[in-house]
């Protein structure tokens, strides 16, 4: 009896929902190599020393995190950051203000208002992405200026997460409450964070090969727009 109502709760968590995915430890190192399709990667880490990387780690609290710069066969660079956190590993609220809008414009870059889009539209290998933020930074280093050109996404629940708002700094008092009460009813969805920059425009990178097949390595992972979020085990 004790059995079958555990196959019963199952097949009824399957209907209405419920069941918690569970990604394979490093899926991330599997989703983006280090070396693929003419690209060369290389780690770099979240701090200029191993004491501010640890208290980086601790703030995003992640399961996982890949921070990893590929050199193209011209010679351009590009970086991609991924964050995941499982299913209940931190609430939506908190990991949702984790962008460029406010960790990079706290760390002294200013974000262009005049080149932000709030939902850019790609299509890599014949599909569309999950739409793009799109963003313009800048900052003064001795006498020079420097700009750097992102996309990022935040995806909850296998969906684009929408800030509701045309500059994420601060959260916004609504999506806070809001997030606030779902993640008290259902607990936290799985999540990820991916931002894509370079000091190059986005758009040049976007006519090359080398550049398309990174996108589709995270459009498979978690950006390619479907119906329903990909499989992985039940916990």
Not at 22 to 48: C, R, V, W
Request: neutral net charge.
């Amino acid at each position: 009896m004790l059995a079958g109502a555990y196959f019963v709760l199952s097949d009824w968590d399957d209907a209405v929902g419920n069941v918690e995915i569970i990604k394979p430890e490093k899926h991330l190192e599997t989703a983006l190599p280090m070396n693929f399709d003419g690209l060369k990667g290389k780690d770099i880490p979240l701090g200029a020393n191993e004491e501010v990387t640890r208290a980086t780690e601790k703030i995003l609290a992640v399961n996982e995190f890949l921070n990893r710069e590929y050199t193209l066969s011209d010679g351009g660079k590009f970086t991609v950051y991924i964050s995941y956190w499982a299913p209940k590993k931190e609430p939506v609220r908190v990991a949702s203000t984790h962008t460029p809008d406010r960790c990079w414009v706290r760390s002294g870059w200013k974000n262009d208002d005049s080149k932000k889009k709030q939902s850019e539209v790609l299509t890599v290998g014949g599909k569309k992405l999950m739409p793009a933020y799109y963003r313009e930074y800048t900052v003064e280093n001795m006498g020079n200026t420097y700009r750097r050109y992102v996309w990022f996404w935040f995806i909850t629940g296998g969906k684009r997460y929408d800030y509701n708002a045309s500059d994420n700094y601060a959260p916004s008092p609504i999506m806070y409450v809001k997030n606030m009460i779902n993640d008290a009813l259902r607990g936290s969805p799985e999540m990820y964070f991916i931002r894509v920059d370079s000091d190059i425009p986005l758009a040049e990178l976007l006519n090359k090969k080398e550049f398309e097949s990174a996108l589709v390595k995270l459009g498979e992972l978690i950006l390619f727009e479907k119906d329903n979020p990909e499989g992985g085990k039940k916990k």
